[in-house]
């Protein structure tokens, strides 16, 4: 076992983990932050994202043992309230890729400059879902980054 002290969510977190373990496990089964899922554990769903350093990534694709001294925020740390106009257009059905979705899509109304060179739905390209058809997860960040810019 190997010691790793991090920030997580904005507080110092340290955590004795195996050389071995993933981001993702290391969150969910040491951390007990659960909100994080995991589908396909092979870096092609988006369920696991998490902000690592600011920018979005697969828990599942992240060795524990790289995050030492750097900065993760989970789904946990998102304010419910950036979440609404998600819920409001359907962008959740059975909602196992609701808290990648939600990663991904607070990150983008953050950083509403990516759309001068990405579309809405490239950049949610990286989380599936097989439930909603994407529209309303589509109108649910068009209408977060529309009140964004209005605010
Ligand atoms: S569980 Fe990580 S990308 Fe699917
Ligand atoms: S809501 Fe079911 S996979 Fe997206």
């Known amino acids: 076992m ?3 002290a991090f920030t997580l969510n904005g507080a110092p977190a340290t955590v004795e983990i195996d050389p071995a373990d993933r981001l993702l496990d ?14 396909c554990g092979e870096g092609e769903c988006g369920a696991c994202t998490v902000w690592l350093d600011g920018l979005p990534v697969n828990s599942c694709l992240v060795p524990a043992y790289q995050v030492r001294g750097a900065r993760v925020h989970t789904v946990e740390s998102l304010d419910p309230a ?6 409001v257009h359907g962008a959740t059905q059975c909602g196992a890729c609701t808290p990648g979705v939600a990663m991904t899509a607070c990150w983008i109304v953050g950083h509403p400059e ?22 309303g997860i589509v109108a649910g960040v068009q209408a977060a980054l529309d009140a964004g810019a209005r605010a």
């Open 2 to 4: 190997i010691t790793l």
């Open 26 to 39: 290391v969150l969910r089964e040491r951390l007990g932050l659960t909100g994080t899922k995991e589908g």
């Open 82 to 87: 950036a979440l609404e106009p998600l819920l």
């Open 114 to 135: 990516i759309l001068a060179s990405h579309s809405l739905r490239e950049l949610l390209a990286g989380n599936l879902c097989r439930c909603t058809g994407y529209d």
